[in-house]
């Protein structure tokens, strides 16, 4: 079993940065971050696998966001720059699987209980 905590959310305004980390339990091989808006559903947003070498985004945050990881650590990082009002969303990490980077929800089996990033205009 694997447990995951987020951390690093909060309010930002428009144009600004946040970096927001999530602490693994147990070993984890691939990972990524999905986020949910009020009334939206979960959206993927970026995932890795387990060396690092191989990440994916998606296109509303490709260029701004930066997925990595520290497996000494088992800590996951996203660091959002630029960031934009319609980012504003509960972001949770997610884990689980080892072969490609699915962009949808269903191909991850651990989840973290989010944390609130809000921005500002």
């Known amino acids: 079993q694997v447990q995951l905590v987020e951390s690093g959310g909060g309010l930002v305004q428009a144009g600004g940065s946040l970096r927001v980390s999530c602490a693994a339990s147990?070993?984890?091989?691939?990972m990524g971050w999905f986020r949910q808006a009020p009334g939206k559903e979960r959206e993927f947003v970026a995932g890795?696998?387990?060396?690092?070498?191989?990440?994916r985004y998606a296109d509303s945050v490709k260029g701004r966001f930066t997925i990595s990881r520290d497996n000494a650590k088992n800590t996951l990082y996203l660091q959002m720059n630029s960031l934009k009002p319609e980012d504003t969303a509960v972001y949770y990490c997610?884990?689980?699987?080892?072969?490609?980077?699915?962009?949808?929800?269903?191909?991850?089996?651990?989840w973290g209980q989010g944390t609130q990033v809000t921005v500002s205009s």
């Open positions: 147990g070993r984890t091989f691939r």
């Open positions: 890795i696998n387990w060396i690092g070498g191989t990440t």
């Open positions: 997610a884990a689980g699987g080892q072969l490609g980077i699915p962009t949808v929800a269903e191909g991850y089996t651990y």
